[in-house]
């Protein structure tokens, strides 16, 4: 179990891998005004996402542009399909940038604040590295964390790529946290997270 307290001052996104093979994703967010929750806003997108996405990896990851283009197809067919009542279908088209992928060197684990805000400000778009163990507190086995303008990610079952990186890119967007079965924005995901609403996919598009 984990508890957050809603008192902290940032917002960030983790993904934590859990024994029975899913993802539990837990955001800080203080968005909140005298107790009431405000209704997310679309952010502009930062450098790296604005028509196609930036996408680089830690040296030793083999990750190819046929990789990345099945995720975000995942992602796409996850948006535009509709999955029964309180879903909206959401045709998107996230694109990988052409040209191969680059590599760098380090930060390969994100170990603490600064690992993460050194990844993020040296580089945009995705970065998909070796391991997260912090994304605004320490927790091992983190499999996403969306803060100082960019989306760091590990890679995990290819059944459930597609549904983080939309989920990550939801965060970038501006979305919250959303208490529904089965919706893209809850904080357990999986692969059957499939769900956006009207207000969602606005904010995505």
Known sequence: MITISRA???SVFICVLILMGGMSCVEVNIKAISGKKVD?????????FIGEIEVRTAADILLEPDDVKEILKG????????DGIGDTECPMDLKIKPGGIPKFDAPQVIRDRHDLKELNDTYNGVKVVKRIRWCNKFWPNILGCQKYNGIVVVRTHSSQEGVLWL????????????NQHNAVMNEFIGPTNTMLNDHECNIYR
């Open 40 to 48: 997310a806003q679309k952010k502009p997108l930062p450098p790296g």
């Open 75 to 82: 992602a796409n067919t996850v948006a535009d399909l509709f």
């Open 8 to 10: 902290m001052f940032h």
């Open 167 to 178: 989920h990550e890119y939801g965060h970038l967007r501006g979305l919250e946290h959303r």
